[in-house]
């Protein structure tokens, strides 16, 4: 069974800090990962995706793949209240599907 | 608006009716995936369609769902003889289908709720 896990959070941040998510995974042959955002009650937002070891920046958004370990984590500067939402990790394990964890419930406090 | 489109946005069905779930990828797309999610549970994949292809359907419950993609027009979720395990969020996503390219856009969803 290939997994991907996460912590359920909930995760509180005050605002201006750094937000850190973290994700495992089972399948060290994984090659394609992603963190989606998801406000409640709507659909998953693609915000990074990272396919080889290291970091990879985008604007606030710093995604840290080490395949060695098979952690993927996803960093977030300067917190707004805006990125309060569930971050989804994401891996394609085969055949192009992504297989997702459950999620951190993350909370940006004003 | 060039994003993945999905319709009905809500549906409600009675229990033993059929549901019919519509998705347009996004423009220069040819590959359609279909996800649930069940109320305060993860998405889960349930089938992987290219134009007049089923590529993977591993995720798909073995009796009363079926879906396509013909030629012409979107991508069809069916869900035949619905029972309120059924109701969840329908999520539709699309990619390019190119080598090395393998993000995948997520449509608005369809939220069935079956009485």
């Known amino acids: 069974q290939k997994e991907v896990e996460q912590n359920s959070g909930p995760l509180s941040v005050p605002e201006g800090a750094i937000a850190s998510l973290n994700c495992t995974y089972s399948?060290?042959?994984?090659?394609?990962f992603f963190w989606y955002r998801q406000y409640s009650g709507k659909s998953p937002e693609l915000i990074m995706s990272i396919y080889s070891n290291g970091d990879k920046e985008d604007g606030r958004f710093t995604a840290q793949l080490n395949k060695a370990s098979q952690y993927v984590s996803l960093l977030i500067r300067d917190s707004q209240p805006s990125d309060s939402a569930t971050y989804l990790c994401?891996?394609?394990?085969?055949?192009?599907?992504?297989?997702f964890g459950t999620g951190t419930r993350l909370t940006i406090i004003p | 608006n060039a994003g993945v489109m999905q319709n009905p946005r809500h549906l409600v069905r009675r229990r033993g009716q059929e549901a019919r779930l519509r998705c347009s990828p996004m423009?220069?797309?040819?590959?359609v995936y279909w996800y649930r999610q069940l109320p305060e549970e993860g998405l889960k994949f349930m089938v992987y369609?290219?134009?007049?292809?089923?590529?993977?359907e591993s995720g798909m419950p073995k009796e009363r769902f079926s879906a396509e993609f013909p030629k012409e027009g979107p991508s069809i979720l069916r869900i035949q003889q619905v029972v309120r395990g059924d109701s969840a969020a329908y999520f539709c996503?699309?990619?390019?289908?190119?080598?090395?390219?393998?993000?995948?856009?997520f449509g608005p969803g369809t939220r069935l709720t079956v009485t």
């Open positions: 996503a699309s990619s390019p289908g190119q080598a090395g390219v393998h993000e995948q856009y």
């Open positions: 369609l290219q134009k007049e292809n089923i590529i993977d």
């Open positions: 423009k220069g797309h040819s590959h």
């Open positions: 399948d060290r042959g994984s090659q394609s």
């Open positions: 994401a891996v394609i394990f085969g055949n192009e599907k992504l297989t």
